[in-house]
T-cell receptor, first 116, second 114 residues
Framework: NAGVTQTPKFQVLKTGQSMTLQCAQD?????MYWYRQDPGMGLRLIYY???????DKGEVPNGYNVSRLNKREFSLRLESAAPSQTSVYFC???????????????FGSGTQLSVL | AQTVTQSQPEMSVQEAETVTLSCTYD???????LFWYKQPPSRQMILVIR??????QNATENRFSVNFQKAAKSFSLKISDSQLGDTAMYFC???????????FGQGTRLTINP
């Protein structure tokens, strides 16, 4: 089925470890996003990529890096995980024409990350 | 700064009842879009309904409708004839036209009881 695929679905890390969350979409969307979801705070934008080859910081970028490997893939890397990064992470993509996620946007199924 | 506030952390109603979820937002922009997302226990984010700020007519999608009050910056979601499958977390969100950042509220956990 077409959509946004995130891996892994669950991950447990120790403080200081690194890992990369993978995201791929097969809808030929130009824009891709990484959000984190914390209890009582809704979803917050970490980074986004408006088009292949570009990335920009969102609301909470500290402690993260991203790579827009190609049009399909947008990865999120934690170089040195901290307990404050325990969260659910969502990747999303959308058509770029209006840059409006909700109109033509799709979310992945999320990654539950725990940092001990 | 743009903000979205959902003042009801939790709500609970009986099956077949009508329930209204509240949402207020703050922006100085005039062109924007508003959304309600549903997140069931599966964690999937599902777009329920959207509203363009320039449209005066309230959006409707089957049992879901909104009450959009632009001057009051209010965007409530009404679910009619509620069903057990409506049990989920509901998020209100908005985005400025041309922007990339979708701003979410804190969410309302809705439980539909049999």
């Amino acid at each position: 089925n077409a959509g946004v695929t995130q891996t892994p679905k669950f991950q447990v890390l120790k403080t200081g470890q690194s890992m990369t969350l993978q995201c791929a979409q097969d809808m030929n969307h130009n824009s891709m996003y990484w959000y984190r979801q914390d209890p009582g705070m809704g979803l917050r934008l970490i980074y986004y990529s408006a088009s292949e080859g570009t990335t920009d910081k969102g609301e909470v970028p500290n402690g993260y890096n991203v790579s827009r490997l190609n049009k399909r893939e947008f990865s999120l890397r934690l170089e040195s995980a901290a307990p404050s990064q325990t969260s659910v992470y969502f990747c999303a993509s959308s058509e770029a024409r209006q840059g409006v996620l909700g109109l033509r946007g799709f979310f992945g199924s999320g990654t539950q990350l725990s940092v001990l | 700064a743009q903000t979205v506030t959902q003042s009801q952390p939790e709500m609970s109603v009986q099956e077949a009842e009508t329930v209204t979820l509240s949402c207020t937002y703050d922006t100085s922009e005039s062109n924007y879009y508003l959304f309600w997302y549903k997140q069931p226990p599966s964690r999937q984010m599902i777009l329920v309904i959207r509203q363009e700020a320039y449209k005066q007519q309230n959006a409707t999608e089957n049992r879901f409708s909104v009450n959009f009050q632009k001057a009051a910056k209010s965007f409530s979601l009404k679910i009619s004839d509620s069903q057990l499958g409506d049990t989920a977390m509901y998020f209100c969100a908005f985005i400025i036209q041309g922007a990339q950042k979708l701003v979410f509220g804190q969410g309302t956990r809705l439980t539909i009881n049999p």
